[in-house]
């Protein structure tokens, strides 16, 4: 239920940043991509991981995974100033 959760804000997160802001650069639109797949793939894993269906390690793979991959895409939009971690100078 939490990493479906998660998934959802990363998701939405991702959605309002890419359509409110037009005036964003291709790079960050290009993270804001990304976090929409990772996000997608977190809130499938986690309903899947509700659901009675079997393959449960199949659901925890695909919703680490994405999770995983959302770590690292912060983390390098971080490390290459795309994501400010400040306010202005």
Known sequence: MVIAFL????QNTARVLAFRDL???AA???INVAWLISGAGMLAGGVWLLGPLDRRRLALSIAGAASAATGVILIAGVLTYLIPCSGPN
């Open 7 to 10: 998934g959802f804000l990363i």
């Open 23 to 25: 005036s964003i650069g």
């Open 28 to 30: 960050f639109r290009a």
